[in-house]
């Protein structure tokens, strides 16, 4: 079987490798260059450090290896769809974007198509049912990252190979100390490159710039201080406000009027909410809950979370499918997505965004 690794000179993929040498097989090792590199708005993501782990790693089990770069599509359809999402007022989650279109989009289309299977380091597994290969959670509940990939499809799934996603995370950490991988103590990347290595404010202030605006308590209309801009700020965030007298929360924010509105204390029923409506709703390999039009127990993610919250899920109509919560959900945000499971944990099975 002719395998492609997409490695990224951290534990995870590295342990794939050497997981994949143990089995038998000598993948062709991959890495993308996706990051930000524009020298005018002083963003680098300096990869050297990972080709250079990859590099080493390729030597030591004898792998080939292709550095490519898809640095002009990611930019069009992840930085330039979070860029427009955060315009909006909404709350974006490139990485969901990153594995759809670049990962296992657009690398499928340029040198993926030539291989039996692409591997990679996502806690994650695939189980076939009846023929159908289905998203399949990790072993280590905690590291699972299937809401990462929920925007797949089965063509994709069926494609893909999880090799460690039936260890937990200190089993890899374990396996690469054994085998003396310069990625062993690596400390794990914090999302997308723009995201890891360049600080979140100032990549938005490079594009968007700064643009004041007033802090607004939402139960009384008082205005308690200024911003620099709807688009530094998240639902659900508490920090870096700028208040007195906390703790204080952003509710919601107005982008026409580029105001936040903030309410104050921990038990705020306005953090709050029970009902997520997802827009853009599809099933990952076909939809195994049967009729939608009655309420159906699921548990699911609004986001990257250990946590699976049970609900139940229903089509409200041709548009909107609503995830109703069995427990209050802190900081729903319009924007990201609401991934679905099966009630048992075991399967990931769609996603919508959260309007």
């Known amino acids: 079987m002719n395998i492609a690794v997409l490695a990224s000179g951290g534990v995870d993929s590295s342990v ?3 997981r994949l040498k143990e089995a038998g097989y000598t993948p062709t090792l991959f890495y993308i260059r996706i990051g930000m590199e524009d020298k005018d708005k002083n963003l680098d993501c300096h990869s050297e450090e990972d080709i250079e ?10 792998c080939p290896i292709e550095i490519v770069s898809l640095h002009n599509e990611y930019w069009e359809y992840v930085m330039g769809y979070a860029l427009d999402a955060i315009i909006r007022g909404l709350t974006p989650n490139p990485d969901v974007m990153c594995n759809k279109f670049i990962k296992f989009g657009f690398f499928e289309k340029y040198w993926g198509k030539n291989f039996d299977k692409i591997a990679t380091g996502h806690y994650a597994n695939t189980r ?3 023929g159908t290969t289905y998203l399949a959670t990790a072993k280590d509940k905690v590291k699972d990252q299937t809401d990462f990939l929920a925007q797949l499809n089965q063509i994709q799934i069926s494609k893909l190979l999880f090799p ?3 260890l937990m995370k200190d089993e890899v950490r374990q396996i690469a100390e054994q085998q003396n991988l310069p990625s062993a103590h690596r400390k794990d990347s914090q999302g997308i490159c ?3 290595n360049i600080n979140y404010n100032e990549f938005i202030r490079n594009y968007l710039g700064e643009k004041e605006g007033n802090i607004v ?3 009384s209309g008082r205005i308690l201080g200024k911003h620099k801009g709807y688009w530094f700020h998240t639902i659900g965030q508490r920090k870096g406000l700028g208040l007195s007298g906390g703790p204080w929360f952003v509710i919601k924010k107005d982008p026409e009027q580029n105001v936040l509105y903030v309410s104050n204390g921990f038990n705020l029923e306005t953090q709050y909410g029970h009902i997520l409506d997802l827009s853009g709703f599809q099933f990952i390999s076909g939809n195994p809950l ?3 039009s009655q309420k159906t127990s699921i548990t699911f993610k609004n986001r990257h979370t250990p946590e699976f919250v049970p609900g139940t899920l229903q089509r409200i109509d041709n548009n909107i499918v609503r995830i109703i919560s069995d427990k209050k959900i802190q900081g ?3 924007g990201q997505f609401g991934v679905i499971y099966s009630y048992d944990k075991e399967l990931c099975l769609a996603s919508g965004i959260i309007q």
């Open 16 to 18: 794939v490798i050497y």
């Open 53 to 62: 782990i990859v590099t080493y790693i390729a030597r030591k089990y004898g």
């Open 128 to 130: 076939i049912i009846n």
């Open 164 to 166: 460690i996603g039936d």
């Open 194 to 196: 723009f995201l890891g």
């Open 217 to 219: 308590e939402l139960e």
């Open 290 to 292: 049967g009729d939608l």
């Open 332 to 334: 729903i945000a319009p």
